[in-house]
């Protein structure tokens, strides 16, 4: 049989475009049992023992040169094949499946030995250093069933183990010669030499084989789904030690050595796909499960969530406009990967030429982290346009981790900032001055250790003098704000369910758009939403809808009221309205309550501004590291310092502490910006 490799590779494109069409029964469950197809190539080495076996040769030259040479003995070989056929697997759990192929298989494979004598005469011609390579190419198919166990070892990667039995329903194989002439003086093989290939001599190894093949069969694959109904791609790599012989005891005319014990083994690499059968695909079975009497009940509250944490059942959610001037804070740290010192291992927006000659300080986001991202960029803007400014950056270092174990890299950080701003922004280095400085260690958990060696990997600048410190003043904002009262949303589901909650979908939208979706698994949820992307004077719709293990399904459905009050309905009301001013100021080091000289300053400037019909709100917070009680006392410490700056008297004072999170605690920026105390202003609009 001659394997047509195109055909192969048709069939196969067929079936990867065909069958990821065919759809299963459900695709909202696990499916119980696999079937499909497979290819493979496959790579076999042939190995034998006791020098291996010879195979006899009639032709007339194989004749001449065999008397001359002496019979090859053929020891090894390597060919090439391929496995084409179906599968089906039993998935006990999510773990292990039982499984097994059935298919067919054609291995081939190519032995050749070298001879060589010297001086030998045919027909009284005498050659000299007569050279011979003999040739033999068996083709063996077999059926083969390989029943077999998969383990899953991580998301779609599984192993398995099984026994390959292998039943040969057709052999045949050639042997031939190419024989040589070689010079004397030269002891290469086949080089300036006469050569000629002797007649093909096709062989029938039928008495000579085994007829049943016995293997282990070790594999790898990965499990790769590409349909929403459960469809699978799996490459595979497979290895089959092969137990038994394909020959041995030799007793047929056409091999020669009783004992070669000839073996097989190979390697393969393939495709299979797997399609999913689901259980309820017996019909009788679905009945059985269906007519009983499963309950399946839902359960939906909707909570409003103040600042305080007070909850409100069936709330009415106030989106309301109100005319917002913010400070945010200037936060000239430049943070570091611990161990590293470019600019390139910061989160600092790096700008080429065009850049640059296009960056505006109006142009930045009203955003205190995107801001910081920005903050050598803002400093290089100003002291372009003020040329008599100058700073001073100081590199630190940490007295633990990877920063020990370079001396030098407070040093290099200090001036990877400083040729950032001559290179990018031109600023003449005669203006920048570079020190270095050491963090002391935090005797404290493991936890805060860390978040401490990753906010001493620094480089901080500041003012060279009074006159620069106008390089550091906080930026200001004026936008329109949408604020939420109450500012979160709190879902409570409660699904009973007798059959099992197969799972849950929980979707807000607004004049049938979709505003947020949730879903999961779990009977009783709490489900926290913070209030935004709403902006219409419509309803949130909430649906929530629970689907059994045996396709039952509840829908339960709640409705939120929304006001939305614009800049424009507020002001058009005798009531009138509101400016919001707010000042977020990066007022405290870590465990700290001290206001610093350049706050200071800013918290005289907001005083004068503040008319005596003002409402103010004085809220303190605290990085992540500490406990909640502990923080808030630090918070509370942290906005009396402030309001006696302020000295306002029925200044409404809130210490969050780490109760309330302003910004991402992850990155040290986050946690440096959130030791912080803002001060909002609500003055009416007369």
């Not at 099984?162 to 039943?167: D, E, I, P, Y």
């Not at 000042?583 to 000289?597: A, E, G, H, N, T």
Request: charge should be negative; include cysteine; charged fraction near 25%.
């Amino acid at each position: 049989m001659k394997f047509n490799y195109k055909t192969f590779l048709l069939m196969l494109i067929v079936a990867l475009i065909a069958f990821p069409q065919m759809r299963a029964a459900d695709n909202n469950r696990v499916a119980k049992y696999h079937w499909g197809f497979f290819g493979d190539y496959n790579y076999t080495m042939h190995t034998t023992s006791n020098d291996g076996f010879t195979v006899y040769q009639h032709d007339e030259l194989g004749y001449l040169t065999d008397i001359a040479l002496g019979y090859p003995w053929f020891d090894e070989g390597k060919g090439h094949g391929f496995s084409l056929g179906g599968l089906f697997e039993w998935n006990i759990n999510e773990t292990f499946a039982l499984g097994g192929t059935l298919g067919y298989s054609l291995m081939k494979g190519k032995f050749y030995d070298d001879k060589c004598v010297q001086d030998y005469t045919v027909n009284d011609i005498l050659y000299d250093n007569l050279g011979a390579r003999h040739y033999f190419k068996p083709t063996i198919s077999t059926i083969n069933l390989t029943p077999y166990l998969t383990a899953k070892l991580y998301k779609g990667l599984y192993a398995k183990v099984g026994l390959n039995l292998g039943f040969v329903v057709s052999n045949s194989a050639v042997e031939y010669q190419e024989i040589k002439y070689v010079h004397p003086d030269g002891d290469v093989w086949f080089i300036d030499s006469h050569e000629m290939k002797s007649n093909e001599y096709d062989i029938d190894m039928d008495d000579g084989l085994e007829k049943f093949q016995l293997g282990l069969a070790l594999g790898l694959g990965y499990e790769i789904p590409i349909s929403d109904n459960g469809t699978l791609l799996v490459p595979e790599i497979k290895y089959n030690l092969g137990l038994t012989n394909v020959a041995s005891d030799i007793s047929s005319p056409v091999f020669v050595n009783k004992t070669c014990d000839w073996k097989a083994s190979n390697f393969s690499a393939g495709l299979a796909v797997k399609f999913p059968i689901f259980a309820k695909t017996d019909d009788n079975a679905s009945e059985t499960i269906l007519n009983k009497d499963y309950h399946l009940t839902a359960d939906l509250k909707t909570y409003g969530v103040d600042i305080d944490g007070k909850h409100t059942l069936n709330p009415q959610v106030v989106i309301e406009e109100f005319e917002t001037e913010e400070v945010f804070p200037l936060l000239a740290n430049v943070y570091f990967t611990p161990g590293k010192s470019t600019i390139n291992d910061t989160r600092i927006r790096k700008l080429n030429d065009l850049d640059v000659s296009n960056f505006r300080e109006e142009d930045l986001k009203a955003d205190a982290i995107e801001i910081n991202r920005d903050v050598i960029n803002l400093i290089a803007y100003r002291m372009y346009d003020l040329p008599n400014t100058q700073v001073v950056i100081t590199g630190y270092t940490n007295v633990d981790g990877e920063d020990t174990k370079n001396p030098k890299i407070a040093m290099e950080r200090a001036n990877a900032v400083k040729a950032y701003m001559i290179q990018v922004w031109g600023i003449s280095g005669d203006r920048i001055t570079v020190q270095e400085d050491k963090a002391a260690k935090r005797n404290n958990n493991p936890k805060s250790i860390n978040d401490y060696i990753q906010e001493n990997a620094k480089a901080s600048i500041a003012p060279a003098n009074d006159a620069s410190a106008v390089l550091f003043t906080p930026i200001n904002k004026i936008y329109i704000d949408k604020v939420s009262n109450p500012p979160m949303a709190e879902f409570n589901t409660a699904v009973a369910a007798e059959a099992g909650l197969d799972h849950y979908t929980l979707t807000v939208s607004q004049k049938g758009n979709p505003v947020v979706e949730f879903s999961g698994t779990s009977t009783v949820e709490i489900i926290p939403w913070t209030i935004k992307n709403v902006n219409l004077n419509e309803k949130l719709d909430v649906v929530l809808v629970a689907k059994d293990m045996v396709e039952q399904q509840v829908v339960v459905e709640d409705k939120v009221d929304i006001e939305y009050l614009s800049l424009k309905s507020k002001r058009s009301k005798t009531a009138g309205d509101y400016k919001v001013e707010r000042y977020s100021l990066i007022l405290f080091d870590y465990d700290k309550s001290d206001v610093s000289p350049q706050d200071k300053a800013v918290l005289q400037k907001i005083k004068s501004t503040i008319r005596s019909d003002a409402k103010v709100v004085i809220s303190g917070y605290a990085d992540r590291t500490g406990e909640s009680a502990y923080n808030k006392r630090l918070a509370q410490k942290r906005c009396e310092e402030v309001n006696k700056i302020l000295g306002v008297k029925n200044a409404e004072i809130k210490p969050y502490g780490n109760d309330v999170l302003v910004f991402d605690n992850s990155t040290p920026e986050g946690r440096a910006l959130s030791r912080t105390v803002r001060v909002e202003i609500y003055t009416p609009i007369k």
